[in-house]
């Protein structure tokens, strides 16, 4: 008990402050390969999930430890089990720029087009991160790179971050552009048949700011719109 209750205030002071994590859990997170075995052959369950809806199977997917990943779905861990966000072990992988345990998910047959509570796929957490190879890896497995139920796409993800490999990327991979104001905000649109991207969502106090120079991301998305129409 001492033990795990050393390793529960480790995880809270990483800034995980969640509570019903499990030694399992905890083994998973630290990748610990041989103590997850060991508590999985003793009763332990994969099952398991802590206050957010965690279970061993995204613990161990948030920290790349693949090799946990892989041992738990051996014993038949939820391969695409949903937290309370609706995030899946393959989109909080997706997240973080895990690319081997991506893969291996992917390989493992996890749901690429899944969609959390925003309606977010994992390609648009990886377009949103930065994550270039995980978004093209993800593409080329049939990932979802349209658009959110709110019109947010991977693009305008990647575009407002600044993440210009990712924009590279998604452009390569035909995303689509329409840029427009309406109703006192600057916000990307995405327009079928329109070959190239879209970008931002950023608040315009005044008039005279609506005039103001426009984020570097839009700039270089207009250049590069340009330069594909010449």
Known sequence: ????????????????????????????????????????GHGASASDEDSVGGTALLHAAYHSNWRVVELLLRHNAELDHQQKDGRTALMIAASRGHLGVTEMLLKKGAKAGATDKKGWTAVMHAAANGCARVVETLLAHGGVGDKAGDGVTP????????????????????????????RGRRRGRCCQGVAAVVVVDEEVESADEAHAPEPLGLMWLRCRMKTATA
């Open 1 to 40: 008990r001492a033990v795990y209750a050393a390793l529960t205030d480790a995880l809270y002071l990483d800034g995980w402050g969640v509570q019903g994590v499990s030694a399992l859990m905890i083994a998973a997170a630290h990748g610990h390969e041989s103590t997850v075995e060991l508590l999985l």
């Open 155 to 182: 693009l305008m993800l990647a575009a407002a971050a600044g993440k210009d490999p990712v924009v590279e990327v998604l452009l390569d991979h035909g995303a689509a552009i329409q840029v427009r104001r309406r």
